[in-house]
């Protein structure tokens, strides 16, 4: 009995040493708090074009031209993207953010937040897009390819 009590002892602080916590109080572990987006901004006919883009979320403020690609960081908030392009009308689209499957969430991180992969500005026009809709496009792909869905 004497030697049961101290292995297991020892065995209690070696496995609690394998947590980690998230947050300001603890021991952070590595977070994916950045997402590529790529952006596409066409004119009122649908034709791509080049536009100068402003993206904007609670954690901060990015600069691109389109088309292309630009890392934001994650946030729960929307992300609003502003664009302009000479001789057109402005175009603006609000990008809705959505909890990635299988992600635990934490109240002050925004890693497990994904907003849509691929977004396409029109210009003169405003519009919002909802990470929701392309994760539902994708299950419903696998659904009809015949994988598990």
Do not use: H
Request: hydrophobic share 40%.
């Amino acid at each position: 009995m004497w030697i049961k009590l101290p292995v297991l002892g020892w065995i209690f602080i070696i496995l609690s040493g394998c947590a980690s916590t998230i947050g300001s109080g603890g021991q952070s572990a590595p977070l994916d708090v950045k997402q590529s987006l790529s952006i596409t901004v066409v004119n009122a006919a649908g034709a791509p074009v080049k536009a100068a883009c402003v993206l904007n979320n609670d954690k901060g403020t990015w600069a691109t031209t389109a088309p292309g690609s630009v890392m934001v960081e994650r946030s729960a908030r929307n992300l609003t993207i502003d664009c302009k392009s000479p001789g057109l009308i402005d175009g603006s689209l609000t990008a809705v953010p959505r909890r990635a499957a299988g992600q635990g969430i934490q109240s002050d991180t925004s890693a497990g937040y994904n907003y849509p992969d691929r977004l396409e500005i029109m210009m003169a026009r405003g519009r919002t897009v909802d990470r929701w809709d392309q994760d539902y496009a994708e299950r419903r792909s696998k659904c009809r390819q015949g994988q598990a869905c």
